[in-house]
């Protein structure tokens, strides 16, 4: 059974930090482009990062670039999100999903965990 599930979602004050995980069982995460992606409520959910499955590549939105960081651990089939200085316009429900193209656009994700929640308030 192909599964991505995601962990590590919660309530947190601005300023604050997140470790989100995402495991995979099933197939190899490691062999695929793994994405996380958010939604908040009332908007389009949107990549926020991803690292590509061939060479490794890791993007990341430009609302979170030097705050997010990506990472892959292949000896436990998971990828994180580590995510520092939250504010409230991160919060919103965080998916992980894996994709066998290159690029994590939404629409070319084959695999899609459940979701975790963040909340960034005081």
């Known amino acids: 059974q192909l599964q991505l599930v995601e962990s590590g979602g919660g309530l947190v004050e601005p300023g604050g930090s997140l470790l989100l995980s995402c495991h995979a069982s099933?197939?190899?995460?490691?062999?695929?482009?793994i994405g996380w992606f958010r939604q908040a409520p009332g908007k389009a959910r949107e990549e926020v990062s991803c690292v590509r499955g061939s060479d490794g590549t890791m993007t990341y939105a430009d609302s979170v670039k030097g705050r997010f960081t990506i990472s892959r651990n292949n000896t436990e089939n998971s990828v994180y999100l580590q995510m520092n200085m939250l504010t409230p316009t991160d919060a919103g429900v965080y998916y992980c999903?894996?994709?066998?193209?290159?690029?994590?656009?939404?629409?070319?994700?084959?695999?899609w965990g459940q979701g975790t929640q963040v909340t960034v308030s005081s």
């Open positions: 999903a894996a994709g066998a193209y290159y690029y994590c656009a939404e629409e070319l994700m084959n695999y």
């Open positions: 099933g197939f190899s995460a490691n062999a695929y482009s």
